[in-house]
T-cell receptor, first 111, second 115 residues
Framework: DAGITQSPRHKVTETGTPVTLRCHQT?????MYWYRQDPGHGLRLIHY???????DKGEVSDGYSVSRSKTEDFLLTLESATSSQTSVYFC??????????FGSGTRLTVV | GENVEQHPSTLSVQEGDSAVIKCTYS??????FPWYKQELGKRPQLIID?????GEKKDQRIAVTLNKTAKHFSLHITETQPEDSAVYFC??????????????FGKGTKLSVKP
């Protein structure tokens, strides 16, 4: 498809548990991003990466951490999930920090 | 930091009419302005983009205009069709942060095209 895969596609977890979402790309792109999408808020940047082990915070980074140990994988971890982190999470990739290609999203519900 | 505002939040037009969505940005250093279309339950997809050294760009029925002085840009869709119904997002790329920035999105416009 678009060379980007998110897993899992759906997840329900309990408050206080750690959760890791995975983004995998086959395009060998330098840049990878994590966004969350909520009604009335559009797409908000959580963290992004501009190379292996190079990451930076976005607009809504509190409560989230990321890791990128190899080009193809970008992991998003919710250290201790809260109900406010119920959302749809989109990963995106870019070769040059211009046109972004989005994954299919992960729908996370924290109960 | 960059702030992107998008208007209107909802827009309803008759098939065949034109639709215009407007965005303003706050950081004069922003240099790249893409537009994304998101159909219900799907991923956002890039439909057109413009860089700060260009004033207008067209691709068939869609066009984007940029006014750097006023810090606003607009999406124009002509001869709308029912399949144009979707949520449209504008974005601006910041020029700060690791490896020079990232996209900040507007909150979206839900476009409905009535047959």
């Amino acid at each position: 498809d678009a060379g980007i895969t998110q897993s899992p596609r759906h997840k329900v977890t309990e408050t206080g548990t750690p959760v890791t979402l995975r983004c995998h790309q086959t395009e060998n792109h330098r840049y990878m991003y994590w966004y969350r999408q909520d009604p009335g808020h559009g797409l908000r940047l959580i963290h992004y990466s501009y190379g292996v082990k190079d990451t930076d915070k976005g607009e809504v980074s509190d409560g989230y951490s990321v890791s990128r140990s190899k080009t193809e994988d970008f992991l998003l971890t919710l250290e201790s999930a809260t109900s406010s982190q119920t959302s749809v999470y989109f990963c995106a990739i870019s070769a040059d920090n211009y046109g972004y290609t989005f994954g299919s999203g992960t729908r996370l519900t924290v109960v | 930091g960059e702030n992107v505002e998008q208007h209107p939040s909802t827009l309803s037009v008759q098939e065949g009419d034109s639709a215009v969505i407007k965005c303003t940005y706050s950081d004069s250093a922003s240099n790249y302005f893409p537009w994304y279309k998101q159909e219900l339950g799907k991923r956002p997809q890039l439909i057109i983009d413009i860089r700060s050294n260009v004033g207008e760009k067209k691709d068939q029925r869609i066009a984007v205009t940029l006014n750097k002085t006023a810090k606003h840009f607009s999406l124009h869709i002509t001869e709308t069709q029912p399949e144009d119904s979707a949520v449209y997002f504008c974005a601006a790329r910041t020029n700060y942060g690791g490896s020079q920035g990232n996209l900040i999105f507007g909150k979206g416009t839900k476009l409905s095209v009535k047959p």
